[in-house]
Nanobody, 124 residues
Framework: QVQLVESGGGLVQAGDSLSLSCTVSGLTSNTYVMAWFRQAPGRVREFLGAYRWSGGSTWYDDSVKSRITVSKDSTKNMVHLQMNSLKPEDAAIYYC?????????????????WGQGIQVTVSS
């Protein structure tokens, strides 16, 4: 059974950095993609970035590309999201997602497995 568990988040001051982690278990292959999405109230779930586990390549959405880094810790089967210079509009529920294969999808329907989400609040 595939499980994704996000950690980190909470209350962040505007201008500060955000660090989130996602621990993945139950995947039976090394060929998969891990991604980060977020969803603010009343808005669609939006893609932020992804990490192709085999090969280590990344892909970021243009809207946040200058502010985020997605990386992995293969010893712990974790993927991390670092976002800098947070703004109030970055407040959302942040989700970790996974899919088998090597294609990086930028839409939620491309991912089969999801974490429960973690709230990020940004205070100004």
């Amino acid at each position: 059974q595939v499980q994704l568990v996000e950690s980190g988040g909470g209350l962040v001051q505007a201008g500060d950095s955000l660090s989130l982690s996602c621990t993945v278990s139950g995947l039976t292959s090394n060929t998969y993609v891990m991604a980060w999405f977020r969803q603010a109230p009343g808005r669609v779930r939006e893609f932020l970035g992804a990490y192709r586990w085999s090969g280590g390549s990344t892909w970021y959405d243009d809207s946040v590309k200058s502010r985020i880094t997605v990386s992995k810790d293969s010893t712990k089967n974790m993927v991390h999201l670092q976002m800098n210079s947070l703004k109030p509009e970055d407040a959302a529920i942040y989700y970790c997602a996974a899919t088998a294969g090597t294609t990086i999808y930028t839409v939620p329907r491309g991912y089969d497995y999801w974490g429960q989400g973690i709230q990020v609040t940004v205070s100004s």
